[in-house]
T-cell receptor, first 118, second 116 residues
């Protein structure tokens, strides 16, 4: 597609429900990032994929958060047993480059998925 | 700890006026610095990217500066327009120690409102 696509754009979940957020990166992009953005704050890193390999998941706040990118393209962020503090916008970004040393590869962001946990 | 700070937190200006947003960072090892514009309810969009050796870069009415010695950057907006109303986020790229490339450290953003 022309850009990074995320779905759903809005999700309301009851506390304790599981949710799955999808990211379709730009075709051919190697690197894929997930970020969590609280209201009025900058995005916070969650996890990073290079193709299908999850190279960094140090930003995932708990073991209730799980991300995958099994074929190196579409990625899914899953949140189990959602809590109210999980309410945020979840942004996905992709880059053609491997985010290697010296790379100034452009990062392209999706519109985000706004999760509200009641 | 790698940190990016921005000031002011919010800013209101009249259409046609200029403004300057500030970014201070304490990150190491530095790779590059980016400014993004984020409209309400949208994803961030890149304005400029500067490496260590660059001290200024322009993109239309947006001009970014970088002082790598003092670890400061600024984004100057000239002749503001109503459509400039958005959050402006400073992002510093840091080399990863595990050689898997870079991490991106985001500032909290400056919320700019341009009034008619």
């Amino acid at each position: 597609g022309a850009g990074v696509s995320q779905s759903p754009r809005y999700k309301v979940a009851k506390r304790g429900q599981d949710v799955a957020l999808r990211c379709d990166p730009i075709s051919g992009h190697v690197s894929l990032f997930w970020y969590q953005q609280a209201l009025g704050q900058g995005p916070e890193f969650l996890t990073y994929f290079q193709n299908e390999a999850q190279l960094d998941k140090s930003g995932l706040p708990s073991d209730r958060f799980f991300a995958e990118r099994p074929e190196g393209s579409v990625s899914t962020l899953k949140i189990q047993r959602t809590q109210q503090e999980d309410s945020a916008v979840y942004l996905c970004a992709s880059s053609f480059h491997r985010s290697g040393i010296g790379s100034t590869g452009e990062l392209f962001f999706g519109e985000g998925s706004r999760l509200t946990v009641l | 700890k790698n940190q990016v700070e921005q000031s002011p937190q919010s800013l209101i200006i009249l259409e046609g006026k200029n403004c300057t947003l500030q970014c201070n960072y304490t990150v190491s090892p530095f790779s590059n610095l980016r400014w993004y514009k984020q409209d309400t309810g949208r994803g961030p969009v890149s304005l400029t990217i500067m490496t260590f050796s660059e001290n200024t870069k322009s993109n239309g009415r947006y001009t970014a500066t970088l002082d790598a010695d003092t670890k400061q950057s600024s984004l100057h907006i000239t002749a503001s327009q109503l459509s400039d109303s958005a959050s402006y986020i400073c992002v510093v790229s840091v080399f990863r120690r595990d050689n898997y490339g870079q991490n991106f450290v985001f500032g909290p953003g400056t919320r700019l409102s341009v009034l008619p």
